[in-house]
């Protein structure tokens, strides 16, 4: 027996996010400022899926994280929130002012201790790091053309049961072309690498541009 998926228009889209827990004055006002940048705003991790982040980190040992792409910092408020007391986020952020952005925001949400912001391509950041396992939790929200090698750079960094998300596996719809540009192309390619990787565990959802959650074995 199937099941027809409810059809989510701009409604009921609204309805779901206003249904998503913790968003407190301080992520309102990130999410203010952030509105105010123009189309830049899209960028944003959605109110629901950074929610979602969150009880995900909380479910899970919540001791190191690691986000790739950064912005203003309203996703890893919310990672870092889940975390333990002990627990530490390394964030990666190519642009510099993007970067003090989000230092102001975490230390205002009061858990700037937690999160150490490196400014440079993110790979370099992932791959300066020792090859052996060290995080329990990694989000993808950067470049998309990067997504592949940000997903095998990430992977020997892993905890056993380390889950790796992966932010715009949608692209807007553009995922079904038969004639992607780059990023699209990239972004297929990688969501039929995880699908196969016997490495991973994985489920795509269908949140905001798309969420794929890949638990490494």
Do not use: W
């Not at 705003?41 to 899926?49: G, L, N, V």
């Not at 925001?105 to 440079?120: F, H, L, P, T, Y």
């Not at 370099?124 to 989000?139: G, H, K, M, Q, V």
């Not at 997903?151 to 790796?164: K, Q, S, V």
């Amino acid at each position: 027996m199937s099941i027809e998926p409810t059809p989510i228009d701009v409604n009921l889209a609204e309805y779901i996010r206003s249904h998503a827990s913790g968003r407190d004055e301080t992520l309102r006002l990130v999410e203010d400022e952030t509105d105010a940048m123009g189309p830049e705003r899209s960028m944003q991790t959605a109110p629901e899926q950074a929610a979602f982040l969150e009880m995900l980190v909380r479910l899970g040992p919540g001791r190191q994280a690691i986000e790739v792409g950064t912005f203003t910092g309203y996703g890893a408020i919310r990672i870092a929130r889940g975390l333990t007391a002990e627990g530490r986020l390394l964030c990666c952020e190519l642009d510099s002012q993007r970067a003090e952005i989000a230092r102001r925001n975490v230390d205002q949400a009061g858990i700037g201790s937690k999160v150490e912001i490196r400014v440079g391509p993110a790979i370099e950041t992932i791959l300066s790091l020792p090859e052996r396992p060290a995080f329990d939790f990694a989000y993808v929200d950067a470049d998309k053309t990067g997504y592949p090698d940000y997903y095998e750079a990430l992977l020997p960094r892993m905890n056993p049961g380390g889950l790796i998300s992966f932010d715009n596996v949608l692209m807007g719809g553009r995922i079904l072309d038969s004639k992607p540009d780059d990023g699209t192309a990239a972004m297929q390619g990688l969501n039929d690498l995880i699908l196969e990787d016997p490495r991973v565990d994985s489920v795509m959802l269908g949140m905001a541009d798309g969420l794929t959650l890949a638990r490494v074995h």
